[in-house]
């Protein structure tokens, strides 16, 4: 049996690279599957404590952030499309004209 | 007799946004933006009206449990409808003069009214799944109707922000959850609570996870650190919207964060072997009013001004949290109820203000502090209204801020949070300097010769007076209100 703290530290791993792509891509393409990492970052905890402690609310929550991610995908890639027929690019830094 | 069933609001909003969708597919060749601005007015009204005929029949005190747990329908999850509902109302009746040579009015209207279900489920919300996806059913419509302007590259750029920063959030937020069912292996909050209790092996992946959970909260609320979407959301987002978001949505955010951390996490619980966060939010709450009121002071912009404005509430209101104590008994009550008194409070004022902006722009008038120079000789009875929002916000008694931020500093005080009292006093002090600049410039100054003003926003005016009205009603009958949000809470500790 593989130890719990085994499926932590994967977990942990896989969500560090989402959020180290959120924070230094510039595509908001590669920004969207960064995200995406997060999100199976929290669904490989979910699933994996879902066995772990013998229900399956886990499981079940799991199917639903799938749905949900799909969902803000959606939505974002039709952002996306907006600002690139607006700033004739997808790179998230250019978007600039407000300014504190 | 037949009995309605206790979530009759959120029902309400989702056949109004069917219907919307519905009447916009069978009729695609009209003008329909009245007659779906009616129907949108008409659902979110009787979605407020019912919460609130619910609250004030006792159905609130009962708490019914629905879905197996998964949502709850209690007096605070009903204060919350009508705060949402209410607002809900006025943003729905303004923009129809918002939108008058718009395209796409009807998903407009739906996806508004999607978003408040979203954000009375959010209220309603009782086991970390359905906090999680009631939060992405507010979120989702609300970036889109940031981004509504697709023509319009400050709309387009205030959408990508916010979409950006709230995914972001929401995968922390995520994790966060994650992590606490790690720990406890269940998701309904008072199962969470027991299991705490009983004592869990991983208390550092609980606490991990717990400060996680707060980035959604704070992302919602636009409280530090995830406040800095709000600005540019607010400004860049078609006015109507942005009042939409900085009212309802943040309020919906504090009404889930009170749920959650007062039932999952009750501070007697947890305060001495996991994670105090009370003293987390004692520091979000400073960090937050004065990031949000020194900024404010900076601008020259109006609406991002009152964005800014908008985290600095953000901060007054988290002091509810951060002032609770464990075993505080009745004192705890009264210091949470402030809270959600101040955010119906801010639902009007804050609304309002949104919504005299948005009237602005459909004059086309300008968006710095110089462009609204001399506005009352030409639209005196609306600048009468944004003068009683303005000087409501700063706290002066001529509408319910005043009431509703001096029961809150009170009742941090009382709780022993003198200082933090008086750092939101000073902060409040702070704040009259920029609200008081709009009044000058609306009375005081003259107008640029050319300024004229022309079409006949009749719904915005109404909507506009509406929550004028709202707001001095609130400051003449606060006590009965007032007692409504401290048996809400009263109810929430007792669950």
């Known amino acids: 049996m593989v130890p719990m703290e085994y499926y932590l530290l994967l977990s942990a791993a896989v969500f560090c690279i989402g959020v180290f792509g959120v924070l230094t891509r510039r595509s908001a393409l590669l920004f969207l599957m960064s995200v995406e990492l997060m999100l199976n970052a929290a669904g490989i905890n979910l699933v994996a404590f879902s066995w772990f402690h013998g229900n399956l609310s886990g499981q079940a929550f799991t199917l639903f952030v799938m749905a949900l991610a799909a969902a803000e995908v959606a939505v974002g890639l039709g952002i996306i499309l907006t600002l690139y027929r607006n700033f004739d690019d997808i790179d998230v830094t250019n978007a600039t004209t407000m300014r504190w | ?495």
């Not at chain 2, 159905?59 to 629905?66: C, E, I, K, R, Y």
């Not at chain 2, 109302?89 to 279900?117: C, I, K, N, P, Q």
């Not at chain 2, 999680?132 to 922000?161: C, H, M, N, Q, T």
Request: aromatic share 12%; net charge negative.
């Open chain 2, 1 to 495: 007799m037949t009995e309605l069933p206790p979530l009759t609001p959120q029902f309400v909003l989702v056949a109004a946004a069917l219907l919307v969708f519905g009447v916009d597919t069978l009729l695609p060749d009209r003008d329909n933006n009245t007659l779906l601005a009616g129907i949108a007015t008409a659902g979110t009204l009787l979605a407020a009206g019912t919460a609130a005929w619910f609250l004030s029949a006792g159905t609130g005190d009962a708490q019914f449990v629905q879905f197996d747990g998964a949502i709850i329908v209690d007096a605070l999850s009903l204060f919350f409808v009508v705060v949402v509902g209410s607002v809900g109302t006025l943003v729905v009746m303004a923009s129809h003069d918002y939108l008058d040579d718009a395209d796409s009015v009807a998903e407009f209207y739906a996806l508004t009214l999607l978003a408040a279900t979203g954000m009375t489920l959010m209220a309603a919300a009782n086991s970390l799944v359905t906090v999680f996806i009631s939060l992405e059913l507010a979120s989702l419509p609300s970036y889109v109707l940031v981004s509504y302007l697709k023509r319009d590259r400050g709309s387009i750029e205030a959408g990508l922000k916010y979409f950006l920063i709230g995914a972001l959030s929401s995968g922390v937020m995520l994790y966060g959850i994650s992590l606490v069912y790690a720990a406890t292996g269940v998701m309904g909050l008072p199962a969470i609570a027991d299991t705490i209790t009983a004592g869990t092996d991983f208390v550092g992946v609980l606490g991990l996870g717990i400060v996680m959970l707060v980035a959604g909260f704070a992302f919602k609320t636009a409280s530090v650190p995830f406040h800095f979407w709000a600005p540019e959301a607010y400004e860049g987002a078609p006015a109507p919207v942005s009042a939409f978001i900085s009212s309802a949505s943040k309020a919906a955010g504090f009404a889930v964060l009170f749920r959650v951390f007062t039932t999952a996490f009750p501070l007697d619980v947890i305060a001495g072997t996991v994670i105090d966060w009370s003293l987390l939010f004692a520091a979000l709450a400073v960090v937050t009013m004065t990031l949000g009121n020194f900024a404010a002071a900076t601008q020259e912009n109006v609406k991002r001004m009152l964005a800014y404005s908008s985290v600095g509430h953000a901060g007054y209101v988290l002091i509810g949290l951060a002032a609770l104590q464990s075993g505080g008994g009745a004192q705890n009550s009264l210091v949470l109820g402030a809270s959600m008194m101040h955010l119906l409070v801010y639902g009007f004022m804050n609304t309002g203000a949104f919504l005299f902006v948005a009237l602005a722009e459909y004059w086309d008038v300008g968006r710095t502090f110089e462009d609204y120079n001399g506005l009352s000789k030409r639209a005196p009875v609306a600048c009468v209204a944004m003068t009683v929002f303005m000087f409501s916000l700063a706290g002066l008694p001529v509408g319910a801020g005043f009431l509703s931020k001096y029961v809150l500093f009170a009742g941090a005080v009382q709780s022993g949070f003198a200082w933090l009292a008086g750092i939101a006093a000073i902060n409040s002090a702070l704040s009259l300097f920029y609200y008081s600049r709009v009044v000058k410039a609306l009375w005081i100054e003259d107008p640029r010769d050319d300024l004229s003003l022309s079409g006949q926003p009749t719904g915005l005016y109404v909507a506009v007076l509406a929550a004028a009205v709202g707001t001095i009603a609130l400051l003449v009958a606060f006590d009965p209100v007032a007692q409504t949000a401290t048996h809400a809470a009263d109810v929430l500790f007792a669950g």
